[in-house]
């Protein structure tokens, strides 16, 4: 059983703004973390976590419970303490998948773990975005069109600076003719990180029925290859590598 | 100095088809050419061949001279003996430079090297690309506007079916909402290879000054590294690494 | 369940060579399918085919039903049929997996997913190869000691000329001190390709324990993503990107 | 003209132990800017940079005017002040070449840059170094022996703890039978990254002529694409980004 935590800074969601809140009345996370209950079943112990609980909610406790973390920010990325950033960067090294979505590019969990500035370019113009599979062999694509469509949406473009990934499984272009790499996979330490674009607070994008099969394909594909080890507070991934 | 040959299987234009003799009244060869010599002056010796030629202009002794091969073909693919493909790709192999143009992506060389059956989907209606750098430090992107523009074009769509790349350097829009990896580069022994998609005897591309930028630049980028070693026919690269 | 079919050459064996015999009385091939059934189970059916069955063993209809295909090819590469490599490497391109071993790396169907010469450096003085994991977290390293230790193993030494690997698993170095990408993966159109040099007819490789767990990984690692598509013999996987 | 400054933490050389002031009795950073000045003469600028200076010696100022930067460091990674850190990754963004030397793989600069913990195995025992060329085409191997040969080393091992490489060059084997990745290349956002691990404060590495072709290679490698821009300190890479 894959044990997910999503994870998002509930911000936007909290503020009144009417437009957010007819698509995430609850809240991103509520939305993402149904979708993954929702096809993942019985596969799958989903729970959620924001910036306002303690430690974010993102004690080492949980993190060492946790198979894949979902990664939701936005406007609060300054307000992530660099201690849970700390503690999230070091489980992702020792075998922790992340997901990270949509404005999470800038979080400091992903800048931390790609060593780029992460920018784009991007025109909030509910634009329709086509979200292209130039993998199809790759677990995260499976089950879905070619292309999804996704009616409105803002634009994020190329470019995208972040290092080469991994693995380039979707690419997007929007009504204005921009390209991005909207789906690109990493590896770093012994986990494995997935940034997908598509999704936004002003956007039902995760009620979408594809996205949705995406963030579950992702949620698998993220977990750990091994059982995660024992990881204690004073222990360091590093230190693995020294001794093997 | 940079020994280029730039080859076409020059059909298209010898079949009085007032549109292709329109942009390339000599040739697609002809225009590649003159962009080549234009913007690499004295630093390269560009000729040309043809299919119609002798071994199709490819004999051992002009291979073993040049540099950097450019290669544009479309509906004669089958018409090239597998005898000039083997030395083409043995050249490869040893060190020479290949750029494969647009329709090329099917040509017996191109395949033969990539290992997969290049497929890709294409729809003729005169729609703008858009050729988006994403590789912003790569030699190849270097000189050009983000995005290049075309006004009218073939379009090559996603799945296109090759090897990942080793790098990648453009991605291209089409009015239909299409995405394509345009500007692909891979080693092939020690060679190195560019696929380069826009380029189609129906429009005037290979006129476009930023087109023309991106094939010279190509031609610097594939030019091998050190100065090519004497290999005579009854030589194969294969043991050379026998031999270090 | 992963069907799998471990093809092999099978001339070595038939000679009356008595260290080859020694190691391999009923042939590589059957050594090999042993690893696989008893560490696989009832997860996947384990058949055999070698070059001497009509179309050596690998039909249309058994490619069709096959899901990963294990090749071991070391003297009688050219006796193998034209028709019968592109019936192989049609099957990849559709979604088989391929997993080549040891001088296999010369065969038709390797040389032709590759592109390249795929020429190596060798030496057989019975020396002990350690195969070293630079891939912790993937698939086919798991359950196997850091290095594995093959006591007698013939050498096979850098420069591989093989394009840059999808993913490196394995890298291994020899008592002379040569070092080998030993493990290295592709993807070829839908299908998977994982390349292992240990494991040679004149030295029990495909004995050892840590072998057999790196094959079984392999052959689980290579299955196709999703359930092999109806192939029949007169469509190709060509055809499927064209109509996406 | 290239500008290089070599970077040395410059701690081991000044506290009198005699091996290390019998290899480098004015620091490594002097030995490795001879080198530098020795082969690339008027093709470059090399000046030279320590820990003790005034901001390290890597002012605003300076890094602006600097093409490529060699970084040396060993024991005193925890005294350089994150200012200058982020100052050297910006420019890194901005298009400034790093040449990361030996134990400089824990520095702040690259482990910032990587995203990973770096960590490896090591083994000081003075043991054979071989370190293989596996990129045969690659501008930095060009010109030294297969294998280049170093007497005397401190042992790195794997499993090194690094992001895939864009390019790998180098790998090296022991006296011990353990491999490395000794020479791997990477792209953050506009600059280049090389890592090359052989060198060390107890053994002349440095004064190895194959190892100062190597590092001019190198520097010639990892020089800007493009002339570096002007990025004054309130400027920041990211928004160039934005901008395109």
Known sequence: MTRIVVWNEYVHETRGDEVVLGNYPDGIHAVVADGLRELLGADADVTTATLQEPE??????RLAATDVLFWWG?????QVSDEVVDRVVRHVHAGMGLVVLHSGHYSKPFTRLMGTTCSLKWRNDGERELVWTIAPDHPIAQGVPHPIV???QEMYGEQFDIPRPDEEVFLSTFDGGEVFRSGVAYRRGLGKVFYFSPGDQEYPVYHHPDIRR?????AEWAAPTAPRRDLTADQHPRDWFLNR
């Open 56 to 61: 974010h909610g993102l004690t080492e406790e």
């Open 74 to 78: 936005h406007i609060a990325h300054d």
């Open 150 to 152: 996704i009616d409105r």
């Open 214 to 218: 995406v963030l579950a394909n992702a």
